[in-house]
């Protein structure tokens, strides 16, 4: 009986496994023929986005469809978090040729050598960008399309006085306050703003912490996710606290009075890259798509219909056009800018302090 | 039936539970106790001798203690009288006690966000009725996790003790009553200890899915952290997942160790079981 039952295990196990083999196989078939379906056309089947999923209505009409009908390609797109998709390229199990990430997920992608390098020659949209997109993580790898600023909202009926400057946040606010926790997109420039806050001219992170630690008390959540914020904003948990210009929309949808400061300080670039995910087939399309995103025409419609704000130096708005986005050489020239290289190297260190001394 | 036939039923549950859950779960937990190729338990040292993780887990712990004895306090009386109604009303009131199964744990969070926040119901209720002054800070607290984990998960200890308090007997109390127990000495020697089981069951159930919640916490909980939003962090964010496996082990000895205990009260209060 024991020895029957071995066999039949052996046997389900071995089919089994044989299945899961030819199931790679044929896929393997699969791409391959694509690849040299490609070659011959120069059309291959799929390229496969790995993007967030605001506006996806947006994207899939303006910026995927005339791309699709132009390269004769369909574009399948793959939705996430930043660290959800980055952990998917990380796994090796993805099959992405192009990834949109904030810089500081991205630059963790370079250096764990998830990307490929990408040739500027068939970018020549980049020539048109603000210098600070150019090459945010390096002239190897992909630019940023667009650039967020990172400033304070609040509603004016909760805080004491007006809040004009990093340092009003620990004045202004009385345990009514959201920070981003620091494994958010944002939370290292907390960091940074903290030090400056704290008088240092250098990045000084003793006094950085021990600022943030002050303000610990007036926080009532720290947030992972902007939609975390806006939550508690409309429902008056929050009177504000550091946010993207781009989702202020949101909030004064919530609260009509709310206000969006760039700090005097400098509000921070939040930088948004797009880059070539390593062992794509479709390197050439990627940075075809690139190019794409980086288009005037593209660039235009993202900051019109609010989504995102142009990079791309030929695109003008009109005043109205320009409420609520990040817009014109002169507010890009003003904003700090993280060394996310330098952000990578500390974070797993600035993580742990964290939450020993102030969100934990 | 013949009796090869039967085990031939068996193999393929048990084939998928062994591939795709038993081996992961073994090299999850063997990884654990491998460091730069060498055997050590400096991964688990590490957090035991760390007075954060201490405070993360006992947090934890406290949070899934009071959900438990909470879901048991509300859950108990809930079944009992369930048990005890016509057909009718019982398949009612049931399929009303397991309605918060079937939305998601995001849609529950965020109708709790809107009763506990500081423009909610309850705040808006007991300003205006002039309780109090200030609107009370629930939401983003402890409080507010246990809220939405009793909501959670009551359904479930509700619905394992209606399993064993339906197939009680009452014949048994009616014996006692006739014999001169009062109905409290009834319930005490009678129907507490034959409704033990089911009390474990639900409880353990409780236990375990409080301890693992992540949603919730997530959403609800404030500043203070438990032990899967800290697992979340190593392994999403940090990519450490190395921390995040020990933490992963921690988490089902800790189960097996609750499930072992409340075994053994279930003996000693039942032993016959």
Not at chain 1, 303 to 311: E, H, I, L, T
Not at chain 2, 205 to 213: E, I, K, M, P, Y
Request: charged content about 20%.
């Amino acid at each position: 009986m024991r020895k029957w039952m071995k066999m039949g295990l052996a046997v389900t196990l071995t089919s089994l496994l044989a299945a899961c083999g030819t199931a790679g196989n044929n896929n393997g078939a699969t791409n391959n023929g694509a690849a040299s379906e490609g070659a011959e056309t120069s059309a291959p089947a799929e390229l496969v986005i790995s993007t967030w999923g605001f506006s996806e209505d947006f994207f899939k009409e303006a910026v995927y469809a005339p791309f699709e009908k132009e390269h004769n390609v369909k574009i399948v797109v793959e939705i996430g978090y930043n660290a959800e998709r980055l952990n998917k390229i990380r796994q090796g199990s993805s099959d992405v040729d192009v990834i949109y990430l904030s810089d500081y997920y991205a630059q963790q992608g370079i250096d764990e050598k998830l990307f490929d390098t990408v040739d500027r020659a068939n970018i020549p949209n980049i020539g048109k960008l603000y210098d600070i997109a150019k090459a945010p993580l390096g002239e190897e790898y992909g630019p940023a399309y667009t650039v967020g600023r990172l400033g304070i909202a609040y509603n004016p009926a909760l805080v004491k006085g007006e809040v004009n400057s990093w340092a009003d946040m620990w004045t202004a606010f009385d345990n009514n306050l959201t920070l981003p926790a620091i494994t958010a997109t944002a939370g290292p420039m907390i960091v940074d703003a903290a030090s400056v806050v704290a008088g240092s001219t250098e990045f000084n992170e003793d006094q950085s912490f021990a600022k943030q630690k002050e303000l610990d008390a007036s926080v009532v959540k720290y947030y992972s996710q902007t939609s975390e914020y806006v939550n508690m904003f409309g429902q008056e948990e929050i009177a504000g606290g550091p946010i993207m210009e781009m989702y202020f929309k949101d909030l004064q949808a919530a609260v009509p009075d709310a206000k969006f400061v760039a700090p005097t300080e400098g509000a921070y670039a939040v930088m948004n890259t797009i880059n070539v995910v390593k062992g794509s087939n479709n390197k050439k399309l990627a940075e075809e798509f690139i190019n794409w995103q980086l288009s005037k025409e593209v660039q235009e419609k993202s900051a019109k219909a609010k989504v995102d704000s142009p990079v791309n130096t030929e695109v003008v708005l009109t005043e109205d056009e320009a409420k609520g986005v990040t817009y014109g050489a002169d507010v890009i020239g003003k904003l700090r800018k993280l060394d996310m290289s330098f952000v990578n190297q500390h974070i797993s260190e600035w993580t742990d302090r964290w939450n020993r001394e102030i969100g934990g | 039936m013949n009796k090869r036939f039967l085990y031939l039923l068996l193999l393929p549950g048990l084939l998928f539970l062994t591939v795709f859950m038993l081996i992961p779960i073994m090299l999850t937990i063997a990884s654990t106790f491998v460091q730069d190729g060498k055997l050590t338990l400096e991964g688990y040292l590490h957090f035991f001798r760390d007075g954060y993780f201490n405070r993360i887990l006992l947090t934890t712990l406290r949070v899934s203690v009071v959900t438990t004895v909470l879901c048991v306090l509300l859950g108990y009386p809930a079944a009992y009288y369930i048990s005890r109604t016509g057909v009718r009303k019982k398949s009612f009131l049931l399929a009303l006690s397991i309605f918060p199964l079937l939305t998601s744990p995001v849609v529950r969070s965020f109708s709790w966000m809107i009763i506990l926040g500081k423009k909610g119901l309850v705040n808006t209720f007991l300003v205006n009725t002039g309780l109090i002054d200030k609107p009370l800070d629930i939401l983003y607290t402890p409080a507010a996790m246990m809220i939405g984990l009793v909501h959670l998960f009551l359904p479930l200890i509700i619905i394992t003790l209606l399993g064993v308090m339906e197939n009680l007997d009452y014949e048994l109390v009616r014996a006692a009553r006739s014999l001169g127990a009062s109905s409290f000495t009834a319930f005490r020697k009678i129907t507490f200890p034959l409704t033990v089981p089911g009390l474990i069951i639900g409880g353990i159930l409780v236990f375990v899915g409080s301890l693992t919640a992540y949603t919730t916490p997530a959403l609800l909980g404030g500043k203070e952290r438990v032990i899967s939003t800290f697992l979340y962090q190593n392994a999403m964010t940090l990519n450490d997942w190395q921390a995040a496996s020990v933490i992963a082990v921690i988490m089902i000895v800790i189960t097996f160790v609750v499930v072992g205990l409340m075994n053994a009260w279930a003996n000693r209060l039942n032993p016959k079981g």
